[in-house]
């Protein structure tokens, strides 16, 4: 099982931005997706944003839409997320997995159509 490498996370102000890293083990052409995924302590977990590597389609959880942003750096082998507009309930230890499973719109945030996952890192959105 290959690992992938978030960094990033940090305490921000609500309204505040932060952008998250993630280094993807291997090449990213060898997954079909790319996401990142959270979980806050006594809640359930939440798929954010999923990117297609193939064609670039993106995926978005209802909750971020319009504030989060999901990008890709080929020559670095990165996958970003891009957070404005943060809310207290953005607090969670977001993680960055990848598949080589086909999904949709249905199945992107299905946790266990992913194989390889991070770590993770810690996002606190507090005054």
């Known amino acids: 099982q290959l690992q992938f490498v978030e960094s990033g996370g940090d305490l921000a102000q609500p309204e505040g931005s932060l952008r998250l890293s993630c280094k993807v083990p291997?090449?990213?052409?060898?997954?079909?997706?790319i996401a990142w995924l959270r979980q806050a302590p006594g809640k359930e977990w939440e798929g954010v944003s999923c990117?297609?590597?193939?064609?670039?389609?993106?995926y978005y959880a209802d909750s971020v839409k319009g504030r989060f942003t999901i990008s890709r750096d080929s020559a670095r082998n990165m996958v970003y997320l891009q957070m404005d507009s943060l809310k207290p309930e953005d607090t969670a230890r977001y993680y960055c997995?990848?598949?080589?499973?086909?999904?949709?719109?249905?199945?992107?945030?299905?946790?266990?159509?992913?194989?390889?996952w991070g770590l993770g890192t810690q996002v606190t959105v507090s005054s």
């Open positions: 997995a990848g598949t080589t499973r086909v999904l949709n719109h249905a199945t992107w945030n299905v946790l266990s159509k992913y194989e390889d």
């Open positions: 291997g090449s990213a052409v060898d997954y079909y997706a």
């Open positions: 990117m297609v590597i193939a064609d670039g389609t993106q």
